[in-house]
């Protein structure tokens, strides 16, 4: 019998602008009840109400993710999901997103589909509509960027901790860092290297955490760590304008974080303090929180872990290591220029 | 005597990302009195009333421009005023903008400088306050993508024109593909050949001029002109569900353009159909709009010309050109994937 060639994927060159912005309008429809204008219009018109968060992140091929580690599905859910931590960590309600595509015209339209469908799932499980949003070719590398608009009562941002509070986080730290050296090594295997890997393929945003925090009144900055739990603790210090000690023996390290360490053969803290997008929520509270923990863990399933304190500013920014040992807090995450994944940590 | 070696320019990767973000702020400050949060938290904070507008649109290096026909501030200045035009297309007034950065590593800062002083500069113009954003490294073009939030209390879409309704177009059009023409064609000389240019590289929107429409009863449907007056004009009456009639010999073409088509051997009418980015507004309004037309030349300094009619579904959509003849309106402006720029019209 004589073999059917196979039919070559449909490109988004091929497809064009304007069916293309039609086909993903119908995997995302832009409808709710405070939607007026959805995709379609030179604008989205939507109705918002009090203080409006406004944040915009981008997922660039290459940097961001790799078609090899991340499915398509993932690579969407990833794209609004660090827009929602962002929204989490100022203790915010997500709304309503744009969606800026920049596509290589050799691109399948069956990959643009499976990125809508993960940007779908992660929109509908924190009731995000897509408003609007554009598509432009590019010579270079895939890029989805998202703008997203929330709402908040109370600003409970980076600035605002004072001497005295803990320095809490959530979850815990290091496990995307463990995923992507586990998605990169295949051939390792640990323990829990399936939720390790999940981790970094499809971070949760800690939204409702963050709302319950923004309610508490002893609970006084907070930030997501995005760039690694130690640049995040600094960018929230200088914010703040304070001091800040980080007890290394407290970091909350994912079940199966060491025995990836050893794999690998790293240590696990250089992970926990350097590795970044986690996309938990790091925040300082005045000692009355203490009280609140078993709460937040009872109604909303999630742990806090208290892994230092802010100190007064001349008390300087430091990390309390292994038996009594001090040194410098500094910056060990992730700069986009840089390229320097974190290798921190004493 | 020795020759001073030149010193090589400071690139964006040598900066890093933190540090350039730094130096962004200081050239857009996010202030103005309903910024609650700037520049520098997790998300912007800003207070918006009634009905939010939300956009998006990027501008790609080889796609969008290219460095050796635009300025970095023309970039910057492009960058906005798409965006702006979006929000002038729906009668709205402009508030707030997040700018996303996707910067090859080599990229020199001084160019960064440059397209945020062209940003700047319509931004004060129009003022817009740059509220957040995000720079990421690529192995791709330069490209710079918006987001803009505004306000309007009349939503003026591009749904609502009925038959029997004017088809009208502010300023002129065709003048942006004129001066891309002539960018490219520096050896071709014409008068108005610096208007044209202008209007390629720093088109203004027309946001005063939109808010005014959208403040008369008698305009039904409004929409920019970035695609071309073609293809906007099919847009628009897609969205209404309505025929309509282009007449060619009333197409509002700017001084200069005539000139420059008979130096570029094509035909003026041609860019004026499908040109694109000319930014000017193309609307709908019912007959008692005529009395209005000198109130807006006299109030706001601009032309409004009635070109062409719309029409029962049933009578189609077709151009009316030169002695009688009668040529199916088709789309003959940009499409980011077929780069196929606008050769259309009879």
Redesign the interface.
């Known amino acids: 019998m004589p073999r059917v060639p196979a039919r070559p994927e449909p490109t ?2 091929a ?4 069916a ?1 912005i039609e086909r993903l309008r119908r995997l995302v429809p832009a409808t709710g009840p405070d939607v ?2 959805g995709i ?9 109400s ?9 997922q ?1 091929e ?3 993710f790799t078609r090899d580690l991340c499915t398509p599905a993932d690579i969407g859910w990833r794209a609004l999901a660090v827009n929602l ?3 989490a ?2 203790g ?1 309600a997500p709304r ?1 997103a ?1 969606i ?1 595509l ?2 290589p ?1 050799e691109m399948p339209v069956s990959t643009l589909d499976g990125v809508y469908a993960g940007l779908a799932e992660i929109a509908s499980a924190y009731d995000v509509i897509v ?11 895939f ?1 989805i ?1 998202v ?4 709402e ?1 009562r109370r ?1 409970l ?3 605002g901790a004072r001497p005295g509070d803990g320095v809490w986080v959530t979850g815990s730290v290091g496990k995307a860092a463990a995923g992507l050296f586990l998605l990169r090594h295949p051939e390792v295997h640990v323990p829990h290297a399936g939720d390790l890997m999940a981790a970094y393929r499809r971070p949760v945003p800690r939204i409702e955490v963050g709302q319950a925090l923004a309610g508490m009144e002893a609970v006084s900055a ?3 760590t995005s760039d690694g739990t130690a640049s995040d603790l600094l960018h929230l210090a200088d ?1 703040s304008g304070v001091g800040a000690r980080l007890d290394l023996d407290r970091l909350p390290l994912a079940a199966g974080i060491a025995s990836a360490a050893r794999a690998a053969g790293r240590d696990a803290t250089a992970w926990a303090l350097g590795g970044g997008e986690d996309y938990e929520l790091l925040f300082t509270a005045a000692a009355a929180f203490e009280t609140s923990t078993a709460d937040l863990g009872r109604t909303l399933g999630v742990s806090v872990t208290r892994i230092g304190d802010i100190l007064r500013p001349e008390d300087g920014r430091w990390i309390a290591g292994r038996g009594g040992s001090r040194v410098p807090l500094v910056p060990t995450g992730w ?5 320097t994944e974190g290798q921190g940590g004493p």
Request: with cysteine; hydrophobic share 45%.
């Open positions: 988004v060159a497809v064009g602008e304007f293309l007026v204008r379609g219009d030179d604008t989205a018109v939507v109705r918002l009090g203080q409006v968060l406004a944040t915009c992140d981008v660039v290459g940097v961001h931590s962002d929204i960590a100022m915010g309503y744009l800026s920049l596509l015209p408003v609007g949003g554009n598509v432009s070719r590019t010579s270079g590398p890029a960027d703008a997203l608009l929330g908040t600003v941002g980076r600035a907070m930030i997501d914010a700069d986009h220029f840089r390229d």
